[in-house]
């Protein structure tokens, strides 16, 4: 594969990933440091996030840090962003962070719901205030990308939560980027198709063997999941000084899977109850070894 940037396109950028020690997180932090960025990555596993900015490193020879922070806790984030700021402001901030799992709405605890809103839609937001202020009171000019979905144009059957907090930072990517234009703080998104990932696809493709439009390869029109290098090089060409009169926008990066229609889970309609059951156990296990992980605690001053 040809690289299309050079390898210091990024280079003396700053740049915060949120949720970047594993999934599609950490691929785009390693795409940054591969072209010359600085990069911090944060999250509540921290011994992931040691081992993640570790091999990256490792791999890219770039500065790649890894902060423990509760994204869901105002105080915490704060906390993290004014520790950055002490090396030096950030030139970019990924909204990345996300939790999501396949349910029928009818099943959904108040808990269930708040665990995916908190993290994906209050979350995101506080990465983003705390950022865009400091910028704002230095006159420092940046850029956020929000990591989104193609479902905040169409909405999604079973993973209703995701698709009103991801929505909701469509709606943010927009609205700031006109309020915080005139300081020169540009705000994107992009939306990709399927890029399967461990993580993600234990709780959106738990059951083997069942798939449906929004994991299927056969619905994208280009017959074939997304490869990293690809979400990689739109991150990169996004954060770079390429295109700096680019702001407002979100990307769907899909192989045209959301002009085809099948982008979403209402194909789940067809599970039986057996087969619901047998899901649940699944993104039940998988969550129960992520929270067995984390060592951020729920809220500032609390111990784990």
Known sequence: ???????????????????????????????????????????????????????????????????????????????????IWEDGPLTGLINNAAANFIAPTKDLSPRGYEAIRSTVMDGNFYATLAVGKRWIDGKVRGSIVSNLVTWVWTGSAYVVPSAMAKTALHAMTMSLAVEWGPYGIRLNAVAPGPFPTEGAWEKLNPIPGVTVGATDPKTI????????????????????????????????????????????????????????????????????????????????????
């Not at 003396?12 to 691929?27: A, D, H, M, T």
């Open 1 to 83: 594969m040809k690289d299309p940037f050079k390898a210091d396109a990024l280079a003396g950028k700053r740049i915060l990933v949120s949720g970047g020690g594993s999934g599609l997180g950490r691929e785009i932090a390693r795409g940054f440091s591969e072209h010359g960025a600085t990069v911090y990555i944060c999250g509540r596993r921290e011994a992931l996030l040691t081992e993640a900015a570790s091999e990256i490193s490792g791999q890219t020879g770039g500065k790649v840090i890894g902060l423990g922070c509760n994204l869901r806790d105002p105080e915490s984030v704060d906390a993290m962003v004014a520790r």
């Open 221 to 304: 029109p280009l017959r074939r999941f997304g490869q990293m290098h690809e979400l990689q090089n739109l991150m990169t060409f996004l954060m770079s000084d390429g295109c700096d009169y680019l702001t407002g926008q979100t990307i769907a990066i899909d192989g045209a899977q959301h002009l085809a229609g099948p982008n979403t889970f209402a194909g789940l309609s067809e599970l039986s109850d057996e087969q619901w059951g047998e899901a649940k156990d699944a993104i039940k296990a998988g969550s129960e070894r992520e929270k067995a992980e984390r060592t951020v605690p729920e809220k500032t001053g609390e111990t784990k």
